[in-house]
C-alpha cells in the first residue's frame, strides 16, 4: 500500500487553535502517513520553548477544561509528533523574529509549502 501523505498548517497559536493541528498531525503519523507540519509567522510561537497557551477572548474557560480533563500540553503534544517522525518547518519566517525551537524546524518558503500541499493527499490548515 502506498504511504499516504499529510500536510498540516498551524496559522495560530491560540490554545484553541493550537491544538488541531497537532491532532491531525499525531493521527496521521499513527496511520503511518507522512506528516508535514508547518508553522506560520503567528503560528510559530507554538514552536517557541517560551510558549504559554493561552486561548483567546471569551474562551478562557478552555485552560481549565482541558486541565480538568488531562489532556496533553500543547508541548507534550508537539513532542509526541515529532517522536512519531512528523516533520517541522517554518514558512517565511523573518530573520528578525526570535524564536528558541523547543524541536528542530527547517525553514522553507511558501512556495514549498504549497507544492507539498498540492501533490499531498490531504491538505488541512488551521
Do not use: T
Amino acid at each position: 500500500m502506498e504511504k499516504k501523505k499529510v500536510v498540516v498548517m498551524a496559522l495560530h497559536d491560540q490554545l484553541e487553535s493550537a491544538y488541531p493541528p497537532l491532532n491531525v498531525a499525531v493521527g496521521a503519523a499513527s496511520s503511518g502517513a507522512e506528516v508535514i507540519l508547518a508553522f506560520s509567522r503567528r503560528g510559530v510561537n507554538i514552536l517557541d520553548q517560551r510558549y504559554v497557551s493561552v486561548p483567546s477572548e471569551d474562551l478562557e474557560y478552555l485552560s481549565n477544561a482541558l486541565s480538568d480533563f488531562g489532556v496533553s500540553s500543547v508541548h507534550d503534544l508537539l513532542g509526541i509528533a515529532v517522536e512519531m517522525g512528523v516533520q517541522l518547518y517554518v514558512v517565511d519566517l523573518d530573520v528578525n523574529d526570535q524564536v528558541d525551537f523547543i524541536h528542530p524546524a527547517e525553514q522553507v518558503p511558501i512556495k514549498w509549502l504549497l507544492n507539498e500541499a498540492a501533490s499531498a493527499d490531504l491538505f488541512m490548515h488551521f
